[in-house]
């Protein structure tokens, strides 16, 4: 870092002690500077298109946290320490190097949103499963090969899992007790893959199947097409 990035790097912080948001992105950064001194103030922190390669665990300090941005780095792994931002209500890691995420996240009760589109994550992040707030998971873009057994209780009312390379997808998912948007567009399914549970019994009126290995007029003429379809047009109708 240049003389002048890391002073503009240290008014940034001192502003952000009285806002509670730090916002860095863009400052080629290849290590974030230490937060530790402000471990109860920030709320927001924006360390977006840098050239970060980890996240170290004074970044897990910052207990108040709620918005954590970190898209555009370099980052293949997120520190086991991530669960202790018990507050932390967005997590955003657009384009890394992901592959996993700790156990640790299953302790972040209060997540909401989690964006991990565009990287190379191979399995289903069942850690997220049980989180009673979570509203939205993208794992779009990475190399997720099925749908697990064990998501029953997964929270997500949205789910986007296009362009992997999913192709089968549990029964269990027909459990999920808030899951009304699926995206699947762009993967490996055949209509072997679509549990006829998926379509009958689930609380799912948006799926989105295009790009897969089976014409959407077949998939029209599945078993229990015709329930998913009454869903659908409910739901259509309310928002009109």
């Known amino acids: 870092m240049g003389q002048t990035s890391s002073s503009g790097v240290k008014a940034h912080m001192e502003t952000a002690q009285k806002t509670g948001a730090l916002v860095l992105s863009n ?7 230490d937060l530790s001194s402000m471990s109860k103030v920030l709320r927001t922190l924006d360390l977006s298109t840098n050239k970060l390669t980890s996240v170290p665990p004074s970044v897990c300090s910052l207990s108040n946290l709620k918005h954590l941005n970190l898209n555009g780095n370099k980052i293949g792994s ?48 069942v850690v997220l499963c049980g989180l009673p707030q979570l509203d939205v998971l993208d794992i779009s ?20 899992l296009n362009t992997n390379q999913v192709s089968s997808i549990s029964p269990s998912i027909a459990s999920c007790p808030r899951l009304k948007t699926l995206r699947l567009e762009e993967n490996c ?10 379509l009958q019994d689930s609380q799912v009126s948006l799926l989105c199947f295009e790009g897969n ?18 869903r659908y047009t409910a739901v259509k109708k309310k928002m009109f």
Do not use: C, W
């Open 27 to 33: 400052r080629k950064l290849t290590e974030i500077p």
């Open 78 to 125: 997120l520190p086991e320490e991530i669960g202790s931002l018990t507050k932390l209500e967005s997590l955003s890691l657009v384009s890394n190097h992901i592959t996993s995420l700790p156990p640790s996240m299953s302790n972040l009760k209060h997540l909401k949103s989690v964006i991990i589109s565009d990287n190379q994550v191979t399995e289903f992040p």
């Open 141 to 160: 873009g990475n190399k997720i090969t099925e749908i697990p057994d064990g998501i029953e209780d997964l929270q997500a009312v949205e789910v986007n």
């Open 189 to 198: 399914l055949a209509l072997t893959g679509i549990p006829t549970e998926l």
């Open 213 to 230: 290995l089976f014409q959407m007029k077949e998939f029209e003429e599945l078993e229990g097409h015709s329930k998913y379809m009454e």
